[in-house]
């Protein structure tokens, strides 16, 4: 069993997706968005951010912290803020001993739809889907934070099937039996 914690970042709007993984079994423990109030300096909105995570870290001990990795063309201001809450973020994380991943967002897609160009409803609704929630998640932020830590702890199953598919073709060109 594993714990993920999925991180869509951003300053005024942070999700976080809390999942349970158990084989190819996923469910929600907790999602949500810590919202923070424009008006508050940055360093105020970045400590109240790191707050929350640090709180939820505690609270659901994920081993695993999957964060959204988002790259902007144009817009220099937000860009900033959401790579100064993804840093505070992966300091929550560290400092909860938990250990960071990045995925794009066309990886995210690939992961929960199939599809790296999956518009924003199909990804709601198959993280639903994915999940046996009742209906799709919402807020958005916290959708797509689900859909992170889903990516990842999809991943991660695929990553121990690969080390254990190495170690047995390693075992096989040695002449030993596998397993």
Request: aromatic share 4%.
């Amino acid at each position: 069993m594993q714990v993920v914690m999925g991180i869509d970042p951003g300053a005024a709007n942070l999700g976080f997706g809390i999942v349970r993984v158990e084989g190819n079994h996923m469910v929600a423990l907790d999602g949500g968005v810590v919202e923070t109030p424009p008006e508050l300096a940055m360093s105020e909105r970045l400590h109240r951010i790191h707050r929350a995570l640090a709180e939820l870290i505690a609270w659901h001990e994920p081993m695993a912290m999957a964060i959204e990795e988002v790259y902007f063309g144009k817009n220099v201001g937000s860009a900033m803020a959401v790579g100064r809450a993804s840093g505070v973020a992966m300091l929550a994380a560290a400092q909860g001993r938990v250990e960071c991943f990045g995925y794009t967002p066309q990886a995210i897609k690939m992961a929960v739809c199939g599809s790296g160009g999956a518009g924003k409803d199909q990804v709601q609704r198959m993280v639903g889907t994915l999940l046996g929630l009742p209906e799709p998640p919402s807020p958005d932020h916290a959708a797509d934070a689900l859909a992170v830590a889903i990516c990842h702890g999809g991943s991660s199953g695929r990553r121990a099937a690969v080390r254990a598919g190495e170690e047995e073709a390693t075992a096989l060109a040695a002449g030993r039996p596998a397993g």
